[in-house]
C-alpha cells in the first residue's frame, strides 16, 4: 500500500514540474521583444492555470473562489488609486469565471451523459 502512496507522490511531484517549466519558459518568451506583445503577463497566467487543471485535475469550484477573490480585490485597489492594476485584477477574475463555469458546465453534461 506505502508503494502506490509513493507512486502518486512522485505523479504530483512530476506534474508539479512541469508546471513550474512551463511557467518559466511563458515567462521568459514574454519577455523577447515583439513576443511580448502577444504574450502578456495575464495570458502567461491563464495559460499556466488551463495546464495545472488539467494536470492536476482540479475542479471548477478553485477557479470560481478564485474569481470571487480577485472581484473581491478590485474595490480595495480602486481605494487606493491604482486603477491598472484594478483592472488587470477584473480581466484575470472574467478569465477564472469563464474557466470555472466552463469546467461546470462540462461536468454538468458528462453526468447527463452517464
Request: aromatic residues 10%.
Amino acid at each position: 500500500m506505502n508503494n502506490v502512496g509513493n507512486k502518486i507522490r512522485n505523479q504530483n511531484q512530476t506534474r508539479f514540474v512541469i508546471l513550474g517549466v512551463i511557467f518559466f519558459i511563458l515567462s521568459f518568451l514574454s519577455t523577447l521583444p515583439y513576443i511580448n506583445l502577444v504574450l502578456n503577463k495575464t495570458l502567461v497566467l491563464f495559460i499556466v492555470w488551463v495546464s495545472a487543471i488539467f494536470l492536476l485535475k482540479l475542479p471548477g469550484k478553485i477557479s470560481v473562489v478564485g474569481a470571487l477573490v480577485c472581484l473581491g480585490l478590485c474595490p480595495i485597489f480602486l481605494i487606493f488609486k491604482n486603477e491598472h492594476l484594478a483592472e488587470e485584477t477584473a480581466n484575470l477574475a472574467f478569465g477564472l469565471l469563464a474557466i470555472g463555469v466552463t469546467q461546470e458546465f462540462r461536468n454538468e453534461i458528462k453526468k447527463l451523459g452517464n
